[in-house]
C-alpha cells in the first residue's frame, strides 16, 4: 500500500533499522525494486529525480508506482534533490507521499525559510526531507565538488526551525560512481565517514536521519550509520550499474538479438538481487 514517508521512517527509528530508498527511472527498475521487497517482506521507498521525472513524465511514473503499490507492504513515493516548487507542488498533487527539498547548497537562513515553505506546502499530504550540508560528488543534476559536513548546532536548529519529518546529512558519503575509484586508488577523494559528526547530530535531532550516496558503503559503515540513527539509506548507482553492466555483456555476446524483452527482462532480475542484499544490510527484512 502506499504510504507516507514518515510512517515507514518512524517505524524504522523505533526498530533501529533503515529504510531503503532507491531511485528508479522506468519499469524495470521499479519492477526489481518492489519484487525485491516483497520477496523480502520489507518496506520501501521509490525515489524519482527531477531529471527521472523529465525522462519518464510525471504520469508514467505514478501510475507505475500506484500499481506496484497494491502490493502487500508499505511503499512511499518520494520526489529526490527536488530544488523546482513548481514541479514538486504538482508531484504531491499526482499522489506523491514524500518530497526532499534540496536547499543545501543555500545559505543556512534561505535554506531554512525555503524549507519551511515546502512544509507548509505539503502539510498533511506529503512527508518532507531536507538536507543541511552537502553530499560530495556528481551525478547529473546533483553535483557537489567540495562536499561540507553537516554542522550538528545548524542542525538542531534547522529541524526545529522547519519541523521537517526527516533530515539528509552530509557526514563523507558521495553520489556516484566514483567511490570505487577512490576505493581502487584512483581517484583522490574522502571515502571516509565522519561518524563523530553523525553521533553528535544523532543526540541533538530527535528527527530519523537519511544517509544519501548510499552506493558501495560497506555493510560494516552502513551498521554504524544505522546505530547512529540513519533511517533511510538512499541508492541510485549500484542498480544503474547492475543494469547496465547486464545491457552490455549481453548486447557483447548476443549481438543479433533485437527483441528488448530478452535482455530487459533479466536486468530485472539483475537488480532485484542487488535490492534484496541492500535491505538485509539495512535490517529492513520481515518488518512490513
Ligand atoms: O542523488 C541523486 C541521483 O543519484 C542523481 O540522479 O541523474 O536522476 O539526477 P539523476
Ligand atoms: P548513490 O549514487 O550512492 O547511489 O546515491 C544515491 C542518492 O543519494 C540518491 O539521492
Ligand atoms: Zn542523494
Redesign the pocket.
Known sequence: MLVKGASVLKAAKKGKYAVGAF?INDLEMLKAVTVACVEEKAPVIIQT????IKYAGIDYLVGMTRVAATEDIPMALHF??GKDLNLMKQCIKKGYTSVMFDGSKLPFKKNIAQTKKVVAMAKGKASVEAELGVIFGK????SASKGLYTDPKMAKEFVKKTKIDSLAVAIGTK??LSKKEIALGKKKGHLKLRFDILKEIHEDVNVPLVL?GGSDVPHSDIKKCIKLGICKV?I??DLRVAFTDFVKKFSKEHPDVYDPREFLGPTVHAMKNVVKIKVREFGATQKA
Do not use: C, L, M, P
Not at 529525480?49 to 527521472?52: F, G, I, L, P
Open positions: 531511485n529525480t527531477e531529471k527521472a529526490d534533490h551525478e547529473d543534476s546533483v553520489h556516484g544519501h538512499n541510485d548507482t
